[in-house]
């Protein structure tokens, strides 16, 4: 492995000499060199370890691994303590013992648990680390517990929720280096409720949260019945494979033997591939009700979580509905139409205006002519009065007959006037000086009217 690649800082040789001492007794002479130094070996074994994709380091390994001129990093026993102190990494022994999960009853042959003699004399605080010392780096350990995670829910195996450990370890084999690896991602899934391990007939099973649920429920009966009717389909398909390829050879041993002309071993043969074809047929009927049962069994549980909805639904409706009352939704809509009945009314009587205006347009036309009368002004009284019927002459006939004839041609006014005898004259001054009356008569009350109405 190239640590060129993980750091540049590598080939620097004035610089690694630097990182390659040992830190000081203590940190506060230079507290500046220190974190320096401690951030450097800290970030290149999470990557170190990333490369390799372990979830292990160890200080023996550690000083293989970052070798350089023959000579190996002073420092690194520090910075395991400092990242023990952080809770970067753990024991192996601390790490299992800290998920409640009963791991020794399955653990045991996979992890790599010290003597109790020994975890008891470290947890007492030894500030020696073993060269041989296995830690697990917590922050690793959940990143491969994420992909395994993800593994099984992209593998053919994701529709079911129980498998066994070998299984696992085949679906995992691309994630996982080795069963210890794969152990403590299984310890990280438990701790965070995904995942649950058990142990069947001394077979180690593992149940996964499924889609949909906030963490696995333990392994119940009905789990271990469903691995049971999977691992018998199994092993029944295995058998009939086996089954297929011996009825397979039968025929062509059959074949060979008529052609050598040996027939009666070939009948021999044919009547043994009849009897491993029948035995065949068998197994697969059996397969077949194993699959029926299995799928009535995803349908009861696809059932059972329809109903399970369906009651979440009804406590809600319940909850919703829980003040609501078919006589109070009749009472609203009651209100609701008096309301609007009430409104249509009022637009109709808006609608009609004010009542007995026009009755009582006579009464204020007298009104009116009243008035008039009262404020008819002086000079009209002056006037004489128009006459009622045709204006007579004094002499007895109309006015209008007693006036001359009008002339005609193109004979001026004046020219008209001096014609006329005084008489016709004195009738004609008349006439006009009664239609100038009229006239003024007929103004004043004109006058009169637009200036009330106009106030």
């Given amino acids: 492995m190239s640590l060129a690649t993980l750091t540049p800082e590598w080939d620097d040789d004035e610089r690694m000499e630097f990182m390659f001492s040992a830190f000081k007794e203590n940190r506060d002479v230079n507290t500046t060199d220190w974190d320096s130094k401690m951030a450097f070996w800290t970030a290149l074994v999470l990557k170190s370890c990333r490369q390799r994709g372990s979830v292990y380091v160890s200080l023996q390994e550690l000083n293989m691994i970052f070798r350089r001129k023959e000579k190996s990093p ?23 013992a800290s998920v409640d999960c009963g791991w020794l009853s399955w653990g045991v042959g996979l992890l790599l648990v010290k003597p109790l003699k020994w975890t008891f004399s470290t947890l ?40 066994s450990f070998a299984e696992l370890s ?69 058998r009939v494979e086996r089954l297929e390829l011996d009825a397979h050879k039968c025929k062509e041993e059959a074949k060979m ?8 071993q070939a009948l021999r043969c044919l009547r043994g591939r009849k009897r491993v074809e029948k035995r065949a047929e068998n197994l697969l009927a059996k397969v077949e009700s194993i699959r029926e ?35 109070r939704a009749e009472n609203l ?42 404020t008819k002004p002086d000079s009209i009284s002056l006037l004489p009065e128009v006459p009622s019927g045709a204006v007579k002459h004094p002499g007895g006939t109309g006015l209008l007959d007693s006036l001359p004839d009008a002339p005609h041609g193109p004979i001026g006014i004046c020219e008209q006037l001096k014609q ?36």
């Fill in 124 to 163: 007492l605080g030894g500030s020696r680390v073993p060269p041989e010392e296995p830690f697990v780096v917590i922050e690793l350990v959940k990143e491969k517990a994420a992909e395994v995670l993800g593994a099984y829910r992209s593998s053919d195996l994701g529709g079911s929720s129980v498998l």
């Fill in 74 to 96: 002073l420092g690194l026993p520090t910075v395991l303590q400092s990242l023990a102190r952080c809770g970067k990494i753990q024991k192996e022994s601390e790490f299992a």
């Fill in 170 to 238: 085949s679906v995992c084999s691309g994630v996982c280096a080795d069963e210890s690896t794969l152990c403590m991602a299984l310890l990280q899934l438990q701790r965070d409720k995904q995942v649950t391990v058990s142990l069947h007939d001394g077979e180690k099973v593992v149940k996964f949260c499924q889609h949909g649920q906030d963490r696995v429920s333990p392994v119940s009966d009905v789990d271990v019945g469903i691995y049971q009717l999977q691992r018998s389909e199994k092993l029944l398909g295995e």
């Fill in 333 to 374: 809509v009651d209100q609701i139409q008096e309301l609007c009945d009430a409104q249509d009314d009022v637009n109709q009587t808006l609608s009609r205006g004010v009542a007995g205006a026009e009755g009582d347009m006579d009464e204020l036309e007298e009104e009116l002519k009243l008035l008039l009368d009262e």
């Fill in 293 to 327: 049962i299995l799928d009535r069994i995803a349908q009861s549980q696809t059932d059972k979580m329809v109903i399970q909805a369906y009651q979440a639904g009804v406590s809600a409706l319940k909850l919703s509905l829980k003040d609501v009352t078919v006589e």
């Fill in 420 to 455: 006329l005898s005084v008489t016709d004259a004195g009738r004609w001054i008349q006439t006009f000086l009664y239609c100038q009356a009229r006239k003024r008569q007929f103004l004043i009350i004109h006058s009169f009217l637009c200036s009330d109405w106009q106030q």
């Fill in 257 to 264: 033997l008529l052609r050598e002309g040996k027939k009666s």
